[in-house]
């Protein structure tokens, strides 16, 4: 069934402490029939829960590789998508809160893609020419539009390497809905910004000439992350003027602007593996989410590493801190009496394209 207010009024109220004891008791009980998945982004008072973490591609991997009858994601909505499509058809895959979403993911939908492809195709044949790429940040119907069209997935460890595989196949990549994890994973490959324009979905034809269209490389949809927008490039002149020796390291859905004024770029893994990595007394500037910084601050402390949030703002993913304690042991306990609330459920024929699309993206991940 789906989620019942009345029910969930239950537990509105609750403290986050019984919260946790409650979580820990229904974790208890249902043993391993359950498994609870956790995003780096995801607030620390749910994190503590989880039996696995990790960002995108990984979560991919370990969601296609779990055994256990109910895949409790506590993420947003595409992960638990992704979760509930690479999973067996026996396993259920559960949100604790519908309303979980992603702000850059809603940018790109299905409608805006298919007219884009339309467009294009007055200009070129967009089926032999172009290779569509989506960011695993987005709807599993974007991924099965990707997987009937030849595509492929990506995420923010392996884009270079997608687009590596995508021009083997064509010559050109319409990659959405993220432009700056499409112009920084391009840049890295040796294009020039003039062969990566931007689509404007709201624009006819993209905003862009046929001539444009015609030597673009990768056509990049016009999508950002709400959170890593907030990061400048000012941010970390004034970073490196007050510690001249500290490092910088940003997410590469951070612009291009600050992506080229960091020293290292990459997934939030590789983040944690290069700040765990770094010689103990290192300082950092870190620019990805709020949630993330602070755990890994709290982790390499002991190894005298300072780690600094980017932004003087605070910025978090706010539709992911929607998964709290309450909806978590809400869900749990909803299980424990034989319930499944909130459900994450892709219809079959958009799953078995967008399977398509992912498995290929796993494989030459690899």
């Known amino acids: ?218 056509l990049l949809w016009k999508g950002h992350c709400s959170v890593h927008q907030m990061f400048q490039p000012q941010h970390i002149l004034r970073f490196r003027n007050q510690h001249p020796d500290g490092l910088v390291i940003s997410h590469p859905e951070c612009s291009f602007e600050v992506c080229k004024a960091s020293d290292f770029v990459g997934s939030t893994e590789y983040i944690i593996n290069t700040i765990r990595e770094a010689e103990p007394g290192t300082r950092w500037l870190v620019g990805t989410e709020l949630n993330l910084v602070g755990r890994i601050a709290e982790e390499f402390k002991s190894q005298g590493k300072m780690i600094q949030f980017m932004s003087p703002m605070v910025c978090m993913c706010s539709t992911m801190a929607r998964i709290d304690p309450q909806h978590l042991a809400w869900s749990l306990e909803n299980l424990v009496d034989g319930r499944v609330v909130n459900q994450i459920k892709v219809p079959e024929r958009e799953a078995k394209l967008a399977r398509l699309a992912l498995e290929k993206m796993l494989a030459v991940s690899k």
């Open 1 to 218: 069934m789906q989620m019942n207010a009345i029910d969930f009024e239950k537990y509105e109220l609750l403290q986050d402490e019984v919260c946790a004891q409650r979580i820990v008791a229904a974790k208890q009980k249902l043993g391993k029939r359950t498994v609870i998945l956790a995003h780096h982004y995801q607030r620390a008072d749910v994190y503590q829960h989880a039996d696995l973490t990790g960002d995108s591609l990984k979560l991919s991997y370990l969601a296609a590789q779990t055994d256990a009858d109910y895949l409790v994601f506590c993420g947003v909505h595409f992960m638990a998508e992704v979760a509930d499509i690479l999973s067996s058809s026996e396993q259920v895959v559960i949100l604790p809160d519908l309303s979980a979403g992603c702000s850059m993911a809603d940018m790109a939908n299905l409608a805006k893609v298919e007219r884009a492809w339309r467009e294009l195709a007055e200009v070129i044949d967009p089926d032999a020419l172009i290779t569509p790429v989506t960011y695993i940040n987005s709807s599993a119907d974007l991924k099965a539009f990707c997987g009937e069209h030849g595509g492929i997935v990506c995420t923010s460890s392996n884009a270079t390497k997608i687009l590596q595989w995508s021009f083997a196949q064509r010559e050109k990549v319409l990659f959405f809905p993220d432009q700056h994890l499409g112009r920084w994973s391009g840049h890295q490959m040796g294009l020039s910004l003039e062969e990566m324009p931007v689509w404007d979905f709201d624009e006819p034809m993209g905003g862009l000439t046929p001539e444009q269209i015609d030597k673009a490389k990768i």
